[in-house]
């Protein structure tokens, strides 16, 4: 990661524009807790961890104003959980910033969208299992 890219952000799961289940990629919509260094718009590979339970989980992160879907001009942090479909609304979380892997784009199409973001997961998974990605991981003690 670049250096001016902050490697960890906290905040709480809020609800988001509820299309992500439908869509097949359900997303935890995280608010940054005040005065956080969000990364700058771009999906990246990182991990979730959730302090209450101490369960870690890996993730690709979209932050940007989901172009896509002409949201508007408000920056959304929202993570895919590979290995949990667990609803964390409400809870706490800390993300893990391992790499950046795109731009964020807007698509034509939500199947662009989609088949974009089926091989952002599988880049993710590469680079949560190189060595640099491991070191990353968060260890609850
Ligand atoms: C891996 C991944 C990549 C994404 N990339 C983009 C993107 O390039 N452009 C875009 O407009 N939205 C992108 N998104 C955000 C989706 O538009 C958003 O998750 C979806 O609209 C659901 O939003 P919601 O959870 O607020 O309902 C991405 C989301 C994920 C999980």
Redesign the pocket.
């Known amino acids: 990661m670049p250096e001016s890219v902050p490697t960890c952000l906290s905040g709480t799961v809020v609800h988001?524009?509820?299309?992500?289940r439908g869509?097949g990629?359900p997303?935890a919509?995280i608010s940054p807790d005040p005065g956080s260094d969000v990364p700058p718009p771009a999906?990246y590979s990182g991990w979730l961890a959730r302090p209450a339970t101490g369960g870690v989980h890996r993730a690709?992160i979209?932050i940007?104003t989901?172009?896509?879907?002409e949201d508007g001009p408000l920056i959304?942090t929202?993570v895919?959980c590979h290995d949990t479909s667990d609803d964390l609304y409400g809870e706490r979380v800390e993300l893990r910033f391992v790499a950046r892997i795109r731009d964020?784009?807007?698509?034509a199409s939500v199947d662009e969208?989609l088949l974009?973001?089926r091989a952002?997961?599988l880049r993710s998974e590469a680079l949560l299992d190189s060595a640099h990605g491991r070191r990353a991981r968060p260890v609850f003690t």
Request: proline share 3%; hydrophobic share 40%.
């Open positions: 988001g524009a509820g299309r992500g869509l990629f997303t919509n999906v690709t979209s940007g989901n172009p896509t879907f959304h929202e895919y964020t784009v807007r698509f969208l974009a973001a952002d997961v």
